[in-house]
């Protein structure tokens, strides 16, 4: 078994002085944020409970996933902290930009974070398992690497039901193909029906593929322009979306078929008239 504090010892970082933390998704996703808004979550991260980052020279920054599982992010080093006594006018801007809650003014600490470059090539692909007390987001205790994916990898396909993929997967899905075999060959080999959720408004729509290269074909446009063609999505951030699988055909299915099953979930969800269809 290889351990984290292992992981920081091999980049020369002393383990004692790494805090590890486990963002929540409660004010912002943390995950998408990271990918599609840095400045954003730099932000973000900087404000803490009074106390919350002492005693540690670096913080080691992690994502939820699966379970207690945990997606490694970044290494950053603590440079100076603030108490809201101290703020200055720029500080208390950044809590205003980002709409972060007002309370922050008074009752948080601020920490200048910069990013540690050191440990930048195990980022989105190192694992691992946070154990049960994720509610203790901040912690110091060692843990136990599951994984470490390969590099452009955006990890194994395991079944259709269990596809949810953020725009910025996709692009590295479609960008990466040959570090994302399995992904290729599952998505390739079926028809379906498939869902894009807006994140940020609550939205759905419903769309099929058919023909070349099946869902991985159709998915492809969406990874090129973000809308894959359809009207209803082009005013919308892609950055938001979130795409899914309903229902999986066989290659052999014909397009009157799939597009049938297609106006069935549109209306079993409503997206005609609550979502993003517009027929």
């Known amino acids: 078994m290889i351990s984290l504090h292992q992981i920081f010892e091999h980049y020369g970082f002393d383990p004692s002085q790494v805090k590890l933390v486990r963002h929540g998704n409660a004010e912002i996703p943390i995950l998408e944020t990271y990918q599609n808004d840095i400045e954003k979550f730099e932000a973000y991260q900087s404000f803490q409970q009074p106390g919350k980052f002492a005693k540690a020279t670096h913080i080691a920054v992690f994502a939820p996933t699966i ?13 100076e902290t603030r108490k809201s006594m101290d703020f200055t006018d720029e500080i208390h801007a950044g809590i205003d930009k980002h709409e972060f809650p007002k309370s922050w003014h008074i009752e948080s600490e601020w920490y200048s974070l910069e990013r540690n470059h050191e ?3 195990l980022s989105e692909r190192l694992v691992i398992d946070w154990g049960k007390s994720v509610l203790s987001w901040v912690q110091k205790k060692d843990k136990e690497v599951l994984e470490i994916k390969a590099k452009n990898s955006i990890g194994d396909f395991v079944s259709y039901d269990e596809v949810h993929l953020g725009f910025y997967d996709l692009k590295k899905l479609m960008t990466q193909s040959s570090s994302n075999f ?44 973000g809308h894959g063609g359809n009207k209803e999505l082009k005013s919308l951030d892609p950055a938001n ?9 066989p290659p052999t299915s014909s397009a009157n078929e799939v597009i049938a099953r297609e106006n069935r979930w549109k209306e079993k969800l409503g997206t005609r008239e609550f979502g993003l269809n517009i027929n």
């Open 182 to 225: 399995s992904w290729v060959s599952a998505l390739s080999a079926v028809n379906g029906i498939y869902l894009i959720k807006d994140k940020s408004i609550g939205k759905l729509y419903v769309g099929s593929a058919y023909g070349e290269k099946g869902i991985f074909g159709r998915w492809s446009t969406y990874a090129q322009n």
């Open 67 to 79: 379970g207690t599982t945990a997606l490694f992010l970044g290494l950053w080093d603590i440079k």
């Open 241 to 249: 979306f979130e795409f899914s699988i309903l229902e999986i055909s």
């Open 119 to 121: 440990i930048n090539e």
